[in-house]
């Protein structure tokens, strides 16, 4: 008589592997600047319970000069304006924990140069003469002072920052003209023009 096959038949159930949960956020990835002009849009990608400290400094990698920091929560870009002109910047971003059994990660850090910031407006042919030019600009833009082709500094008074406007006289007829405007040191636009011919 033959014998009938033997089978064993486990009891124990398969383990299941356990989710290990990180101890530390990951960086945010895909951290890139936009850039126009002198204002910057960043971008990245989100993270999971966690909110994002953005800092950005006029220095590289130092972090120390016009350093400005930014708590950012509930968002994955920001913008920030007002930066100055052909510039380079450091720029770096951390994930913010929510959860005090979890640390924050490490920063993520990038480098950039701003473009051009230029606030003032075409000069139409009405503003100009022989031997003026009348400037205008966006007056809800800081500025202090124009600097002349020939070096020479003029200072804005209160309401020629307030009207966004400047007459510049003097000048040669039949003459080419680049005239800079700045904060401080902050170039913030500059325009050309030619005087009328007499």
Known sequence: MASLP???ISCDEEETPTEEIPDQLFRPV???AGINGNSISFTWVPIANASYL???SRDSFLFEQDLQVFPIDGAVDYTIENLWSQERYSARI???SKKPEIKDS???QI???TGIENIFYTIPTANIGKNNIL???DATKSVSHILLPNGTTIQLTDNEKQTGQKDITGLTPKTSYTF???YGEMLRGTISATTLAN
Do not use: Q
């Open 135 to 137: 400037l205008t600009w």
């Open 94 to 96: 951390k994930s913010v």
């Open 6 to 8: 033997f089978f064993y």
């Open 111 to 113: 480098t950039f140069k």
């Open 106 to 108: 490490e920063f993520k």
């Open 54 to 56: 953005l800092e950005i």
């Open 30 to 32: 895909n951290f890139t």
């Open 180 to 182: 800079k405007i700045y």
